[in-house]
């Protein structure tokens, strides 16, 4: 049996949840989430405690158990407190600010590079060095701070470039000076 799998989800004050057709919605003070569940995997909802079984022991339906119900643990994570990533940029004049509800970043190219962000996600800039991404769908919040992460990655020989905070760069040594 799945470790991840056979573990319960206790619902938290203030979050509802349906089951309905293969999915499971989560209501809650932020928003609302949808997660699909495979026909393999039967939920069941009893006095405010959620459980995931399958229907056989096949390879692909145990892999399946444990990850509906981690995305399931995620939903109800998410509208009930958000998920947030932090970025650092690093680098003379590497800078970020807020134009109204997008993101404008100054890191090195010719232009200014701006970032529309999908629906559900907000960013805040609370230092020009640093970018926070928030959102209640956790794999939309890791989407979007890869993708701002991908205009500059960090580089191995200075460190300059959009990073995840206390993520470690490995440096390279340059160019000796003499022989």
Known sequence: MSRVGKKIITIPAGVQISIN?????????KGELQVSISSEISCQLENNV??????????SVRALHGMTRALVANAIEGVTNGFQKQLQIEGVGYRAEM?????????????????????GIVFEVPAPTQIIVK????????????????????????????????????RKAGKSAGK
């Open 21 to 29: 057709n293969g999915e499971v919605n989560a209501k809650g003070p």
């Open 50 to 59: 959620l459980s995931f079984s399958r229907s056989s022991d096949e390879k």
């Open 99 to 119: 134009r109204k509800t997008n993101l404008l970043l100054t890191i090195g190219y010719s232009h200014p590079v701006l970032f529309i962000p999908p629906p």
């Open 135 to 170: 959102g209640i769908d956790r794999h939309l919040v890791g989407e979007v701070a890869s993708r701002v992460r991908r205009f500059r990655k960090p580089e191995p020989y200075k460190g300059k470039g959009i990073r995840y905070a206390g993520e470690y760069i490995r």
